[in-house]
């Protein structure tokens, strides 16, 4: 229970923070992963249908981007029950739409939830060539369970891990801390999990790449992939001094177009850079060595999508001369910045550059109360542009209320009055922000300087800000706070300007 509430509390912060819930969005493809993965599924009377239907979704959610094939990733299921029964074996199902009709398909036995007994059963399936599984690679146990179990489970669960099985458990009921925590692979942090069936999504993620960090420790693979770049890593075959590693790389459609580089063998990986984007790429990593042969690997890794920019126009901090220009996203790729800007309409147009590190400026001896049109181009390292443009409106010269005063009119009725502002004028807003009550917009012409503002309760402080309109943006408001003394009191107002 104490891990269920701290996982909670985890849940609740997080929300707090602003930080989003993983969804089920669209997966890249997992490849460079070879693994068998077995689900231990409570499938007992224990168990609630709905819960069950959750639990095959978190099952399919968790490895669907995986690459499936006897080179890659193998599943199967085993279920808990009175009698422990296998789904279906490593090898039958080896893609994507097989393997989750599979799992979709896959029906609740009720009956006693004898987890012992499935471990044990588990032990001889997983290393078993019966069952499909495969001699020397990762293997995977995932324990998903509601916490409850009719036999001993520390016995078989320890044989399973000194086997070499990586154990993750995931507790969606009221399991004891200590007996999971002793049950899941070491540290109990990275491979126990304890949360609601409905926010099983929530862990998706996290799960899944701490099984990834089990399946490619052995293979060569690639993390950190960019438009243009990707980080290869690989297990240590070689040292300094027994020899050396050759990787050779080319886009998949165009074999003839590849590249070599050398390290040495104390090296375990490689950033690999100035690529195409969205380009499949042919890996292999050779091991050099006049003492031992390892055999070499490949992998297949595709570059994403190049990033551009800009992507959005931002214009703030608008006066009567000048205006802030500001875009998004900056990028390592943009070796500098143009912004055209002017007036419309007209044809005259200024030039401002900065460097592809800036991703603002401020744009100044302007006219007032003008429309630009303002446009931001980058220019890429490669030489390509890409521009985006927005508008900008100057503010009018003077363009704010000034001596907002208060009168009062009777209880629970105050008289705003202010000065004209300067400039042409379309109108004045007026909007009353009440203690107590709704808040209230009153629109006038520009020739009426003052409003009544009702319905104030008395004892309260409200905010009033009155803001002059003009023909393209509002100018600078003015606010006062306001307060309406007790009705048991004379019937005064007390006012401070806004700080």
């Known amino acids: 229970m104490l891990a269920k509430a701290v996982f909670s509390l985890g849940l609740w912060l997080r929300f707090a923070a602003g930080q989003s819930t993983p969804g089920r969005g669209p997966q890249l493809p997992i490849s460079n992963s070879e693994g068998d993965i077995l689900f231990l599924l409570d499938s007992s009377g224990s168990v609630s249908y709905y819960e069950f239907s959750k639990v095959k979704e978190f099952m399919w959610d968790l490895v669907h981007p995986f690459t499936f094939g006897p080179k890659d990733v193998q599943t199967s299921i085993i279920h808990i029950s009175t009698t422990p029964t296998m789904e279906f074996p490593f090898d039958q199902y080896l893609s994507r739409e097989t393997l989750h009709k599979a799992i979709q398909g896959t029906q609740q036995l009720m009956g006693d939830t004898n987890t012992g007994k499935?471990?044990?059963?588990?032990?001889?399936?997983?290393?078993?060539?019966?069952?499909?599984?495969?001699?020397?690679v990762p293997k995977v146990l995932v324990w998903v369970t509601d916490g409850f179990s009719t036999d001993d489970i520390s016995e078989p669960m320890q044989l399973l891990k000194d086997m070499g099985a990586m154990v993750f458990i995931v507790s969606t009921g009221r399991g004891n801390y200590l007996e999971l925590s002793a049950a899941a692979s070491q540290p109990p942090e990275k491979h126990l999990h304890?949360?609601?069936?409905?926010d099983l999504p929530i862990i998706t993620k996290e799960l899944r790449d701490a099984?990834?960090?089990?399946?490619?420790?052995?293979?060569?693979?690639?993390?950190?992939?960019?438009?243009?770049?990707f980080h290869l890593m690989w297990p240590q075959l070689l040292s300094q001094e027994t020899g050396y590693y050759t990787i050779e790389y080319a886009p998949t459609d165009y074999p003839a177009r590849k590249r070599t580089k050398q390290v040495s063998g104390a090296h375990t990986s490689l950033i690999l850079s100035n690529l195409a984007p969205e380009t499949?790429?042919?890996?292999?990593l050779i091991p050099e060595s006049n003492i031992h042969y390892f055999p070499p690997q490949t992998t297949r890794v595709t570059t994403l999508a190049e990033e551009i920019t800009p992507a959005q126009v931002f214009i703030s901090e608008s006066g009567p001369h000048s205006f802030h220009v500001s875009w998004a996203p900056t990028l390592d790729s943009v070796l500098g910045y143009q912004i055209l800007y002017g007036p419309l309409p007209g044809n005259s147009v200024k030039l401002l550059e900065v460097d592809?590190?800036?991703?603002?400026?401020v744009v100044e001896n302007l006219a007032p109360n003008t429309t630009y049109l303002v446009t931001v181009t980058a220019t890429y390292r490669s030489g390509k542009e890409k521009s985006l443009?927005?508008?900008a409106c100057t503010q009018e010269e003077g363009s704010k209320v000034r001596h907002l005063r208060f009168e009062d009119m009777g209880p629970n009725t105050l008289k705003a009055s202010w000065d004209a502002a300067d400039g042409k004028?379309?109108?004045?807003r007026v909007r009353c922000r009440r203690q107590t009550g709704p808040t209230s917009v009153i629109s006038v012409s520009p020739q009426v300087h003052s409003v009544l503002l009702t319905d104030l309760a008395s004892g309260t402080t409200n905010k009033v800000c009155v803001k002059p309109m003009y023909k393209n943006q509002p100018g600078k408001g003015l606010c006062r706070m306001v307060h309406v003394q007790?009705?048991?009191?004379?019937?005064?107002?007390?006012?401070?300007?806004?700080?």
């Open 280 to 284: 499949t790429y042919e890996v292999a």
């Open 356 to 361: 592809g590190r800036s991703n603002s400026t």
């Open 118 to 136: 499935a471990l044990s059963y588990a032990k001889e399936k997983l290393f078993s060539d019966g069952a499909g599984a495969r001699p020397d």
């Open 194 to 198: 304890f949360v609601d069936v409905d």
């Open 486 to 499: 007790p009705a048991t009191e004379a019937q005064e107002y007390k006012h401070r300007q806004r700080a």
């Open 389 to 391: 443009s927005a508008k």
């Open 211 to 229: 099984i990834l960090d089990v399946i490619q420790a052995n293979r060569l693979h690639a993390v950190d992939i960019t438009s243009s770049s």
């Open 425 to 428: 004028v379309q109108g004045y």
